[in-house]
């Protein structure tokens, strides 16, 4: 089977969040399910660097060519189109923050490339299937429906329900789509052009990053008006919890770390810790070390986690931040490390080396996140022995064990969750956690559970793999 994956980021080439991990993993993960995927990804200077001198296989409009070639151990596709693509800033917003004005024209074509290439107009042979990720993706399935001849199958994994790619409706025109696809029954949305909705409408199958987020966006409150037609496609939506990369993330080869360990040697943390206490501006202590690595918005509950810096202080607890996102929490937050010093360190920033040494050295990640499609902090928490502390919502219902009298009496506890996202609620939670860490024996036990638990992609791919055959079967 061969699929066309399309998407707005992967890692290692570019990435701003867990989207980039997927997307970055999945392929080698389906390789082994006989499944050969190729990546198309915009054309970002450091994606065209990565790539060297590819070949050009196709040329799908003016201004743009269609490269063919390997990097950051992908087969890619990479549509070349300088006026698209060639700019500072991250793939979504202008350096200054803000989106780019003509981001519907830009994921618009990176869509329509990956129609084309899907129904083997662009340089390569037909493709069985397209998998489509997130609302940049999204209108590709659209493309797929409205072109003639025998029709490709899609899919349409949704990472992040409250971003929908949504734009006036004077940007119909320049999509290049027939006038009956602006309506309900297409890409129609409350008068708007909506692309997410649009893939939602048209892939074949929605797929989303764990089972209880693909409850939740049933529901208005998770749904964030796309909930009625997740109902209507009922028998259509599956939930598949994400994976991790180890050969990225394993405490035993990681690279990034000053020390690698196991879950025999849980005490050569230590030498991690200590790197954090330096980077972060930490007193050296033997109390409680929490973390967090996290886009800075409403969505992760960061203003929440904010009001509850005193009481982890009180609770003898410290706080390594790092971070970014909205102005006004990376303030809170300076301001925190300003008030606690030696206890609260805040670093504002996007930083991978130092993600995976807090990892590799803090005792607990904090996820307080008020929604969580999967999440991917807590699993590389679970998988270095730094115990989550998480929300009970979405893929972090559905990844963590929490530490309940019965089931750390049985071994299997791997975190704390709590519910509600609120200040007292968080504020329990970690001062549980800090009662806890105070019983070396049973947190030990919980890294070590967490340790063990299955987090590789083998058993998802085969669940995307077995969801592909299904699509294609008919
Ligand atoms: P989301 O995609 O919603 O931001 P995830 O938990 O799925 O949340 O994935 C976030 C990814 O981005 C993880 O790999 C995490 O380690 C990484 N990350 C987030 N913020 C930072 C940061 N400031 N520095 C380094 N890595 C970060
Ligand atoms: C989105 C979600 C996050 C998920 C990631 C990868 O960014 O917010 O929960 O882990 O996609 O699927």
């Not at 003509?102 to 037909?126: C, H, K, P, T, W």
Request: proline share 7%; charged share 15%.
């Amino acid at each position: 089977m061969r699929v066309i994956a399309v998407a707005s980021e992967a890692y290692p080439l570019v990435k701003t969040g867990g989207l980039a991990d997927v997307t970055g993993a999945l392929p080698a993960a389906l390789a082994a399910e006989g499944i050969a995927v190729t990546t198309l990804l915009p054309g970002y200077p450091a994606i065209l660097a990565a790539l060297g001198d590819a070949r050009a296989i196709a040329t799908p409009g003016p201004g743009q060519r269609i490269l063919a070639g390997r990097a950051g151990g992908l087969d890619l596709a990479v549509l070349d189109a300088p006026p698209l693509f060639d700019r500072p800033g991250n793939p979504y917003t202008a350096p200054g923050g803000g989106d780019w004005p003509d981001n519907a024209a830009r994921f618009a074509a990176l869509a329509r490339a990956g129609a084309m290439l899907a129904r083997g107009e662009a340089g390569l042979a037909r493709f069985d299937l397209l998998h489509a990720h997130d609302w940049q993706a999204a209108l590709a399935p659209a493309y797929l429906a409205f072109a003639s001849g025998r029709r490709v199958p899609s899919v349409l994994t949704v990472h992040n329900m409250a971003f929908q790619g949504q734009f006036p409706p004077e940007t119909f025109p320049s999509l290049g789509l027939p006038p009956e696809a602006f309506t309900v029954e297409g890409i129609e949305y409350y008068g708007n052009v909506g692309f997410l909705k649009a893939g939602m409408h048209f892939a074949d199958r929605i797929t989303t990053v764990s089972p209880t987020y693909a409850t939740e966006i049933a529901t208005p409150e998770g749904g964030m008006g796309l909930d009625g037609l997740i109902r209507a496609r009922a028998g259509r939506v599956a939930g598949i919890v994400n994976g991790i990369d180890e050969t990225v993330w394993s405490p035993t080869t990681d690279a990034a770390l000053p020390a690698r360990y196991d879950a025999a040697t849980l005490d050569l943390r230590a030498a991690n810790r200590a790197a954090i206490e330096v980077a972060f501006g930490l007193t050296a202590d033997a109390s409680p070390l929490f973390a967090v690595v996290t886009r800075l918005t409403w969505q992760k509950g960061m203003d929440v986690l904010a009001e509850a810096v005193p009481a982890l202080v009180a609770a003898g607890g410290r706080l390594a931040l790092l971070g970014s996102g909205d102005a006004a929490l990376e303030g809170a937050f300076l301001a925190a490390a300003q008030a606690h010093p030696g206890r609260v360190g805040v670093r504002i920033g996007f930083d991978e080396t130092l993600s995976h040494i807090m990892f590799g050295g803090a005792d607990a990640i904090l996820v307080p996140s008020r929604f969580e499609p999967c999440g991917l902090t807590q699993l590389y928490g679970l998988r270095y022995g730094c115990v989550p502390v998480v929300a009970r919502v979405g893929g972090l219902a559905d990844t963590v064990i929490d530490a309940n009298a019965a089931a750390l009496e049985a071994g299997v506890a791997t975190g704390l969750a709590f519910a509600p996202v609120t200040t007292p609620a968080l504020t329990a939670a970690i001062m549980r956690a800090a009662a806890l860490h105070g019983d070396a024996v049973a947190w030990a036990g919980m890294q070590r559970a967490g340790m063990r638990a299955d987090l590789s992609w083998r058993r998802r791919a085969g669940a995307y793999a077995a969801l592909f055959r299904g699509v294609i079967d008919g």
